[in-house]
């Protein structure tokens, strides 16, 4: 019980910890231009990491890069 108590807090504490270091880009509807950093990314054929935080949010990710942002497809 403990055990998997202290396993789920360590997770989230190294989870908030790589999201603390990725660059928020912020949403993707609300760019004008693709930054640098993930025309730079695809220039190196990475496969970002997607992460869906609902039905209409994902989130993108790519902790090579130390990048993050969200992209809303509800619009
Ligand atoms: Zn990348």
New binding site residues.
């Given amino acids: 019980m403990f055990d998997s108590d202290f396993n789920l807090r360590k997770q989230f504490y190294e989870e908030s910890k790589t999201r603390a270091q990725l660059k928020d880009l912020g949403y993707a509807n609300s760019w004008t231009k693709i930054p640098d950093?993930?025309k730079?990314?695809?220039a190196?054929r990475?496969?970002?990491e997607e992460i869906s935080w609902g039905r209409c949010l994902t989130e993108y990710r790519?902790?090579?890069?130390?990048?993050r942002y969200l992209v809303d497809s509800s619009g």
């Fill in positions: 950093i993930v730079a990314c695809e190196r990475h496969i970002p790519c902790e090579a890069c130390g990048y």
